[in-house]
């Protein structure tokens, strides 16, 4: 839901959407509903706004990034990071020259002569790649990755736009996500941000992000904005499936924000409270959600790939794990993952990976729904024995790819996993937590067959 703010010394008013998601319905088809995982409230600047109005306002989330470091390394250059979402302003004067603008997947949704919202599709790509402008590039937002480029694929509406009801109760519709991802996989995008989520998967969305991931593109979504006064969270998708970096809210104090879910698939965390941005016709908002946190770990994604192309998703979520600036006392917890992201760290984590392994990734990386063919099996060295070095009884989540590389005369499967185990989360009395009935029933997997439905995008 989107409020728009007053202008200074009058109160704003809105209307409040309902909190959780909302459950397929029994006896008819349960549409693709998507509401967008964030809360923007509009910014009532002075026009024109001034680069100490807007980019002064970016200053804390910058910092506690560490982006002026990160900079000293990469910003971003030759890396396209798809944002499927509501639609991009190409426009937009710390976007222009930036923008290629991919499929509306949602096209026959609106009435014939309705121009798309592209309200949160160009906050979250002005988060990513900003890249200011004015003399020196001063003034307006400035993104994680400023040189990267944004593809833009339209696969949601936003709810103020007259196609919502008629997008969310077509089947048409049901799979326009999983579309997206592979279109931004075949057009070259390096990262993909899903600041979207939902409550349950449907099959051609599971084959898409196998589909990306074999093809080593990293792929970034929302944990979901269900958490408030929960103490578990409920598993949000895509960001739950396995390949897929899930990114919670961090506050102004780096601890998880109210709103953000809890559960045992959050990798890391972002600041997603008082997140300036842009929108379209040149405006600027600030507002919360798993949504902006999500795009600032994509930006960071970024340039991780555009330092190290090569990197495979599973070492880039690695750098960025291990490159965090501050850990939860135990070393995990359900609600920051492994901690809030940092720039810079990551940068470093992953120039540490890159020197003591070959990494897989690229155009040549074998299509994981293709069998493998019969001679790459013969001629594969064998691999080693998995050996189980420690057993935890507690929490643990695995985040693993597995990528067939055509070599030069030979074929070769190379395997890149990263097992993160994570240690018990105990109630206040020493017992250990337990998952809520639903979050236990959403974290089973995909549908089973014949009863693939989408489930109300939410957060």
């Known amino acids: 839901m989107l409020t728009r703010v007053a202008p200074p010394g009058r109160a704003g008013s809105g209307r409040r959407a309902p909190e959780g998601p909302a459950r ?12 967008l995982a964030v809360v923007l409230v509009l910014a ?4 024109p706004a001034s680069a100490d109005q807007v980019r002064g306002s970016q200053r ?11 900079w000293r390394v990469t910003r971003g250059a030759g890396v396209l990071v798809a944002v499927l979402d509501s639609g991009v302003d190409p426009r937009h004067h710390d976007l222009r020259g930036s923008v290629l603008t991919g499929p509306d997947l949602t096209r026959g949704a609106n009435p014939r002569g309705v121009a798309p919202r592209r309200l949160h599709g160009t906050y979250m790509a002005s988060l990513i790649a900003g890249h200011g402008h004015g003399p020196g590039r001063a003034d307006g937002v400035i993104g994680v990755a400023p040189a990267a480029r944004v593809l833009s694929v339209r696969v949601i509406l936003e709810d103020d736009e007259p196609g919502f009801q008629a997008f969310n109760s077509q089947a048409r519709f049901e799979n326009v996500v999983a579309r997206g991802i592979r279109y931004a996989v075949d057009r070259g995008a390096k990262v993909i941000n899903l600041s979207i989520s939902k409550d349950r998967p449907t099959s051609k969305e599971r084959a898409a992000i196998r589909y990306a991931v074999a093809k080593g593109v990293v792929l970034v979504a929302a944990a979901g904005n269900e958490g408030a006064g929960r103490r578990d969270g409920p598993y949000s998708y895509p960001a739950s499936i396995p390949g897929v970096i899930s990114v919670g ?22 600041p997603g409270v008082n997140v300036f941005g842009a929108g379209p016709g040149d405006q600027y908002w ?3 959600g798993t949504s902006q946190a999500t795009a600032l770990v994509s930006g960071v994604a970024a340039l991780i790939k555009s330092r190290y192309p090569s990197m495979s998703p599973a070492l880039v979520a690695q750098a960025l794990t291990g490159g965090v600036a501050r850990k939860p006392p135990r070393g995990y ?4 993952g492994f901690g809030v ?31 493998v063919p019969a001679g790459a099996v013969a001629t594969a060295a ?12 507690g929490m643990v989540t695995l985040y693993g790819t597995v990528a067939l590389v055509a070599a030069a005369g030979a074929a070769a499967g190379l395997a890149a996993m990263v097992l993160l185990v994570r240690s018990p989360v105990r109630g206040r009395r020493g017992g250990r937590a337990r998952r809520t009935r639903r979050d236990v029933r959403e974290a089973r997997g995909p549908v089973a067959a014949g009863a693939d439905v989408a489930s109300k995008y939410v957060a």
Do not use: C, Y
């Open 24 to 35: 397929p319905s029994r006896g008819r088809f349960a549409a693709l509903l998507a509401v």
């Open 44 to 47: 009532s600047w002075p026009a």
């Open 60 to 70: 804390q989330v910058l910092r506690t990034l560490d982006v002026d470091d990160a």
């Open 249 to 270: 809210a961090a506050d102004r104090g780096l601890h998880k924000a109210s709103f953000s879910n809890r559960n045992s698939m959050v990798l890391l965390a972002a």
């Open 286 to 288: 600030v507002g919360r």
């Open 333 to 336: 917890d359900p609600g920051v």
């Open 341 to 371: 992201v940092n720039a810079a760290r990551a940068l470093a984590e992953a120039a540490r990976l890159a020197r003591h392994r070959h990494t897989a990734a690229g155009p040549g990386v074998q299509d994981a729904d293709l069998p």
């Open 382 to 393: 064998p691999l080693p024995p998995i050996r189980v070095v420690r057993r935890d009884t």
